[in-house]
């Protein structure tokens, strides 16, 4: 019985110091990794953004440094300390580790190679947020949510932090977009924290000019212009001029949705000239697309119209197709203001041709409407209700209130015209329901007035039929 008990004894021992040794092992891992993935990641800071990284190459190389004899590991350390990526590269090159060198060289953009995953799961979740980021260029929002939230998921599980975070970030662009603010918020934030604490400044930055846009969105201005600071100052610690000018471009964007218009003006001419230099067409497209829209607000409509042809001839070189769209309309919108409404109706019908082709998250109801406005004007009432109740479905299918609003009192204006009073009466009840909803009191004074005018008028024609009977 003593013996027996002894050797439980000694087995329970072997057990401990075993379980001690792996769990010791996995710290000294998880502790090289920590470190080798923050030189890598301050290395990236400076390059472009579409240079690919993978928190796999990172796991391999802590794992190939802690199977290292003791002087190996003390070189390493030496080099590590350094926290120069070219260095840890220099020393696996001395290491004959030649497939672990060429993919730490790509992951610094030493060579252009993009280094696949290994790992079956990993690929799964880069698959799906490739998707998701397709799915939000046509508009599909909720499977953008959906892809993305599975491949932080996965991500998280694998503990492939980088990646996570990068879920995170679309996330937050996704969520800000169908303004759902508060999961916007927090996901972006989030996103910045663990960016933070990897040493990614550049996607710390945009990260936070991201969260700066959201502050925008909401009219927190001074949150904004704080948040478009430090992403400002991070993109230049880490040598990102086309980062910088991108934040210079959103603090423009800002300045316009706070009706701060010659700020506006000024700062996207800045960064205008700025892409311009660094020979980036997105951002130039987005400065002129921002100039634009000043221009509109400042009733120069021609001008508006001639940056916003520049902004969508660069917006379709780089295949921005909802941002192309926009700023054709924009020019649609523009040239009917002025009243030139044969070249607003033909960029219009391009614009719907267009659309039909491949849908996009471009409100395509807008082109239609615009067009029945311009029916409505010449007095081809026919085409122009038609075009009203294309707008009106596109709308209702998209659950944007305000602009199914605007079209059912378009046609109630219409049906007004064509003398059909009972009609124009329940087109004009609709746009009220929907005013009330939206809290436009405005808008809703406007609606009860006209409604009232032609229930009076109807009532006037009524009794004249009586008195003629």
Not at 115 to 121: C, G, T
Not at 167 to 190: E, N
Not at 299 to 311: C, G, I, N, V
Request: proline share 1%; glycine share 4%; hydrophobic share 40%.
């Amino acid at each position: 019985m003593n013996y027996l008990r002894f050797i439980l004894i000694i087995l329970f021992i072997i057990s401990a110091v075993g379980l001690f040794w792996n769990y010791a092992k996995r710290l000294k891992k998880d502790y090289l990794r920590r470190i080798i993935e923050r030189i890598l990641l301050e290395t990236r800071s400076s390059l472009p953004a579409d240079v690919p990284y993978s928190s796999e190459t990172a796991i391999q190389t802590a794992a190939a440094a802690a199977k290292l004899p003791k002087a190996d590991l003390k070189r390493l350390t030496a080099v590590l300390k350094k926290r120069d990526g070219g260095a840890l590269i220099r020393f696996w090159e001395k290491q004959n580790n030649k497939n672990l060198a060429q993919n730490l060289k790509s992951l610094c953009g030493k060579i252009k190679k993009r280094v696949p995953y290994q790992n079956k799961k990993a690929q799964q979740a880069a698959v799906l947020l490739q998707e998701a980021r397709e799915n939000l260029n046509e508009g599909d929002l909720l499977s953008a949510s959906e892809k993305s939230s599975r491949a932080a998921k996965i991500f998280n599980k694998l503990n492939y932090v980088y990646e996570e975070a990068e879920a995170y970030l679309l996330m937050g662009t996704i969520y800000r977009v169908s303004a759902v603010f508060d999961v916007a918020d927090f996901m972006l934030r989030t996103a910045a924290k663990v960016f933070h604490y990897l040493g990614a400044r550049n996607k710390e930055a945009e990260s936070l000019g991201t969260l700066g846009m959201l502050m925008t969105t909401q009219k927190r201005f001074d949150e904004a212009r704080a948040d478009f600071e430090k992403a400002e100052s991070l993109f230049a610690e880490c040598g990102q001029e086309a980062g910088r000018a991108e934040i210079v471009n959103q603090r423009a964007l800002g300045f316009l949705l706070e009706e701060k218009i010659p700020e506006a003006v000024k700062e996207a001419g800045r960064a205008l000239k700025e892409h311009t230099r660094l020979g980036n067409l997105p951002g130039q497209a987005l400065s002129l697309e921002i100039g634009a829209y000043a221009d509109r607000a400042q009733h120069r409509r021609l001008a508006a119209a001639k940056k916003a042809k520049k902004a969508a001839l660069l917006y379709q070189k780089t295949g921005n197709r909802p941002a192309y769209l926009e700023m054709r309309f924009l020019q649609a919108e523009t040239l009917f203001a002025e009243e030139k409404y044969a070249a607003a109706e033909k960029i219009l019908r391009e614009i719907i041709e267009e659309d039909k082709k491949r849908r996009s998250c471009f409100q395509v109801a807008n082109s239609y409407n615009l067009l029945g406005l311009i029916y409505l004007l010449q007095k081809d009432l026919g085409r122009a209700r038609a075009l009203f109740s294309q707008s009106l479905n596109c709308e209702l299918r998209s659950e944007r209130t305000l602009g199914a609003l605007i079209d059912y009192a378009n046609m109630a204006n219409l049906e007004t015209q064509t003398g059909n009073a009972a009609q124009a009466q329940k087109y004009l009840r609709l746009a009220i329901d929907y005013a009330r909803e939206l809290e436009e009191k405005e808008l809703l004074e406007i609606l009860e007035n006209r409604l009232i005018q032609n229930e009076a008028a109807s009532s006037r024609r009524e009794t004249r039929r009586r008195t003629t009977d």
